[in-house]
């Protein structure tokens, strides 16, 4: 059974915070961070306003594109690493903001990956008969898991929402044509946060020691990133049957623009080809593939019949691709 993409949708918090704002906070500049990211400003979700409340917002516009009403979502999956709470999942307040009552609703933990892991599960939900539809969200608010005074990773970061609607297509509709997952555990400490888990919980003692916050091997995360990237992309343009020339839209995650260019460049496709968003609202990990979909879906980067490609990296290490015949 084939499954199809029938709408996405996305939200990013009003606040914006600029480099040149950071520079007031960290000894940083937009022109370091621009030249080594990409990035020029990020959203920052305001006070009293979680993961949920993003997740449910880019949710109900995803849910207005495919013309689905909430009660009739089947599956929720809300993939993050900054939940409201550590239990109930994310995806339960999102039910019960959406009132979508009919709906099983989980969250996956796979990083910046995540968005695509929940992808390929929803679609073998859907296509073994078990759902009828699906919508997947990443969603993060890691403004609450930064340390705001690291300049190697405060820069990095914002919150944000992106979430899509899958279903069984009829004849002649797009279909998800291939996916791929990847993880090597062996590389957890490049990228985590240490802390607030049960193998270190947060204690009076260690309070003040930011273990609850984002930590990262840069260098290192970037190396692994380009291979493993360009690799689930190859992956799934080979089994789907493209030609680099017949990709539309390579959609992948928005961390560091080098990395965007060296995949690109490995892949044999066009920049102009290569959708980018992280200017804005530089790395929102699980949310940032789900938002930079939802802004090329409508902003026209491809139409209806197109092939593109979805390909993210992210903490665990973890990595994904996903070829749509849109
Ligand atoms: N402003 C100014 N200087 C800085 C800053 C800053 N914000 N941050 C670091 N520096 C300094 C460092 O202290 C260092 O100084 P030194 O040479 O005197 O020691 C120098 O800049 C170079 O630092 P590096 O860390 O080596 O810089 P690099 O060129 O590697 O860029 C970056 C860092 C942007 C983090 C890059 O490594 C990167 O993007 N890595 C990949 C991150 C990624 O893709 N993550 C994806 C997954 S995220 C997830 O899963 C949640």
């Known amino acids: 059974m084939e ?29 370091w961070i621009v030249t080594r990211t990409g990035i020029k400003e990020r959203r920052i979700a305001a006070e009293g306003e979680y993961t949920s409340h993003m997740a449910a917002k880019a949710a109900e516009r995803a849910l207005e594109q495919a013309g689905i009403a909430a009660e009739d979502i089947e599956l929720i999956i809300v993939a993050t690493i900054t939940p409201d709470t550590f239990t109930p ?16 609703a989980f969250d996956i933990s796979a990083a910046c990956s995540g968005f695509l892991y929940a992808m390929k599960l929803s679609k073998r939900m859907i296509s073994d008969g078990a759902f009828k539809n699906a919508l997947i969200i990443g969603a993060e608010k890691l403004s609450a898991f930064v340390n705001w005074e690291d300049r190697g990773t405060c820069v990095l970061f914002g919150d944000g929402a992106g979430a899509a609607v899958l279903r069984r297509a009829e004849p002649g509709e ?19 946060i240490p802390g607030g888990g049960s193998a270190c919980p947060i204690t009076p003692e260690n309070a003040g020691k930011h273990l609850a916050s984002l930590a990262m091997l840069g260098k290192e995360v970037f190396k692994h990133a ?4 360009k690799e689930a992309a190859e992956k799934v343009i080979e089994r789907s049957g ?36 992280l200017h804005k609202y530089g790395n929102t990990s699980a949310a940032a ?9 409508r902003s026209g980067a491809f139409k209806r019949g197109d092939h593109i490609v979805l390909v993210v990296f992210g903490a665990g290490l973890t990595w994904a691709a996903a070829a749509v015949r849109w």
């Open 174 to 192: 797009g279909s998800i044509l291939a996916t791929e997952m990847g993880t090597d555990g062996n590389l957890t400490h490049l990228l985590n």
């Open 3 to 31: 499954v199809c993409i029938a709408g996405t949708g996305s939200y990013v918090p009003e606040k914006i915070l600029t480099n040149e704002e950071l520079a007031t906070l960290v000894d940083t500049s937009d022109e």
């Open 89 to 104: 999942a994310t995806a339960c307040y999102v039910q019960q903001m959406l009132g979508a009552k009919r709906a099983v």
């Open 289 to 297: 593939v789900a938002i930079a979909l939802d802004e090329a879906n």
């Open 226 to 229: 380009v291979i493993r990237m």
């Open 242 to 277: 493209l030609q680099p020339e017949q990709i539309a839209c390579v959609i992948p995650h928005q961390a560091n623009l080098r990395i965007i260019d060296a995949i690109a460049d490995r892949l044999a496709v066009p920049n102009e080809r290569v959708f980018v968003n």
